[in-house]
């Protein structure tokens, strides 16, 4: 049934080293949304997304309704590989190894995904030469390719210049317009949730806020939930 929630978190908790990561954690996102996962540094945000897609351990239960893309918060993998962006995106579209030569079929969709970022351009682009705001649009592109009806970004916006910034939020709000998808994106700079956000939920360890972002993002609230941290507001925050 669509009207199914897309991801239901029952009682997440992480523990490592005997510390709670994440503390009993029950959340349901819904569908076609542009949420905002925000809490300060060390909150436990991305080690939330790696319960999610299974990459850690945890107890408690997830659900998940649909196809999941992820882009990591940095890359794992080594930028001087003599690569291009074609090549890279093309590992995890075909069988054969890429030093073979990229199949037509492959091409053709690696310039489709592209294309929905707006970086056919960078194609041919060696990986190692990409700027961040570049590197972005290609593992957005990289996430899109099994049309993920759930999107986790952890921080895109890190090392994005704010012009690159906004073009990226514009990237992720058509996705979740056009294909009734749901994106999360991590951050822990409030700066970063946008006019476009329709929810945040607000981690430190355990769950401290979930809510419309209209409702949530008044600084007491914010402060209340942040314990008075102003440097969560980041220097560019305007409403």
Same mark, same amino acid.
């Given at each position: 049934?669509?009207?199914?929630?897309?991801?239901?978190?029952?009682?997440?908790?992480?523990?490592?080293? /005997?510390?709670?990561?994440?503390?009993? +954690?029950?959340?349901?996102?819904?569908?076609?949304?542009?949420?905002?996962?925000?809490?300060?540094?060390?909150? /436990?945000?991305?080690?939330?997304?790696? =319960?999610?897609?299974?990459?850690?351990?945890?107890? /408690?239960?997830?659900?998940?309704?649909?196809?999941?893309?992820?882009?990591?918060?940095?890359?794992?993998?080594?930028?001087?590989?003599?690569?291009?962006?074609?090549?890279?995106?093309?590992?995890?579209?075909?069988?054969?190894?890429?030093?073979?030569?990229? =199949?037509?079929?492959?091409?053709?969709?690696?310039?489709?995904?592209?294309? =929905?970022?707006?970086?056919?351009? #960078?194609?041919? =682009?060696?990986?190692?030469?990409?700027?961040?705001?570049?590197?972005?649009?290609?593992?957005?592109?990289?996430? #899109?390719?099994?049309?993920?009806?759930?999107?986790?970004?952890?921080?895109?916006?890190?090392?994005?210049?704010?012009?690159?910034?906004?073009?990226?939020?514009?990237?992720?709000?058509?996705?979740?317009?056009?294909?009734?998808?749901?994106?999360?994106?991590?951050?822990?700079?409030?700066?970063? +949730?946008?006019?476009?956000?329709?929810?945040?939920?607000?981690?430190?360890?355990?769950?401290?806020?979930?809510?419309?972002?209209?409702?949530?993002?008044?600084?007491?609230?914010?402060?209340?939930?942040?314990?008075?941290?102003?440097?969560?507001? /980041?220097?560019?925050?305007?409403?």
């Amino acid at each position: 049934m669509a009207t199914d929630p897309l991801l239901v978190c029952e009682h997440v908790t992480v523990t490592a080293g /005997g510390r709670k990561l994440v503390d009993d +954690v029950s959340l349901e996102l819904p569908r076609g949304k542009l949420i905002a996962l925000i809490g300060p540094n060390g909150a /436990g945000k991305t080690t939330l997304l790696r =319960a999610i897609l299974g990459l850690v351990k945890y107890d /408690g239960r997830v659900r998940i309704n649909g196809r999941i893309g992820y882009v990591p918060q940095r890359l794992q993998y080594d930028r001087t590989l003599p690569m291009n962006v074609m090549e890279f995106m093309a590992l995890t579209l075909q069988k054969r190894p890429v030093a073979f030569g990229v =199949a037509s079929r492959v091409k053709k969709r690696v310039l489709e995904l592209l294309d =929905a970022v707006g970086a056919r351009k #960078l194609a041919r =682009a060696h990986l190692g030469g990409l700027s961040g705001g570049e590197l972005q649009r290609v593992m957005l592109a990289s996430a #899109l390719q099994d049309q993920p009806e759930l999107l986790l970004l952890d921080e895109p916006a890190a090392g994005v210049d704010i012009e690159g910034e906004a073009t990226f939020n514009d990237l992720i709000t058509q996705q979740v317009r056009e294909h009734n998808a749901t994106a999360v994106l991590v951050s822990h700079d409030l700066s970063v +949730v946008s006019d476009l956000t329709d929810q945040v939920v607000c981690l430190n360890q355990s769950l401290k806020c979930v809510g419309d972002a209209k409702d949530l993002l008044t600084a007491e609230r914010i402060a209340e939930v942040f314990g008075g941290h102003k440097a969560v507001y /980041g220097h560019h925050h305007h409403h």
